[in-house]
């Protein structure tokens, strides 16, 4: 799987749609709330807060891995699944590559 099967223009701009990916932008701008997140949607970024960071199209990242939006998602499982077969590469290919909450279970961790 490539992410430019996905194009990362299409990836920038979802992402800047997507209402969670946005809040988690501000937070790394604006920085962290000190204590616990408030936001449900907003949890699971705050759990690993200090290793997500922006690139300059405003793309969520974390490391080398890619963040992606909710309305993608889907489509990348394709994508690896038509370029990696076999269920083993496949998992291991996302999870070098790209990243979401609970990506293990979309995925059959």
């Known amino acids: 799987m490539t992410i430019r099967s996905l194009h990362i223009r299409k990836l920038a701009a ?16 604006d920085g962290w709330p000190a204590s616990k997140c408030v936001s449900d949607d907003t949890k699971r970024y705050f759990a690993v807060r ?23 998602r889907q489509q990348v499982f394709q994508l690896a699944h038509e370029a990696y077969p ?4 496949m998992k291991q290919k996302c999870r070098e ?12 961790a």
């Open 14 to 29: 979802v992402s800047t749609d997507d209402s969670t990916l946005g809040k988690v932008r501000e937070m790394i701008v």
């Open 50 to 72: 200090n290793e997500p960071s922006l690139l300059s199209d405003g793309t969520v990242v974390r490391g080398e891995r890619l963040v992606i939006p909710s309305a993608l």
């Open 86 to 89: 076999g269920i083993v590469r």
């Open 97 to 108: 590559t790209v990243l979401w909450p609970e990506i293990g279970k979309n995925i059959g």
